[in-house]
């Protein structure tokens, strides 16, 4: 039984850090940008964000974010436009 016990929060756990890892939390000082990083990766090619080579961290400022993030919601009629609608205050 314990054993069993053991394997379910051992899976909780590791489901948990999963789901974690697919929300993506950009900081900027008039609110945070939280977004789904699967649901991207699912509707689009890696290359539309990260470009030529191997996916990774994105180096965003505020004009290149608003460049590659809002412009692309914009041209797809798709996601939030407006700045209260990405950035959120805690």
């Known amino acids: 039984m314990k054993k069993m016990l053991t ?9 948990g850090t999963a789901i974690a890892a697919d929300t993506v939390v950009l900081t900027a000082k008039n609110g945070d ?8 990766s699912e509707s689009m090619d890696c290359k539309v964000c990260h470009g030529d080579g191997k996916p990774g961290k994105v180096d965003l400022t505020k004009d290149t974010a608003h460049a590659l993030c809002k412009d692309c919601h914009v041209k797809k009629a798709a996601g939030p436009t407006k700045c209260g609608e990405c950035h959120k205050k805690k």
């Open 7 to 15: 394997i379910a929060l051992l899976l909780a756990f590791t489901a």
């Open 33 to 40: 940008v939280t977004f789904n990083h699967k649901v991207h």
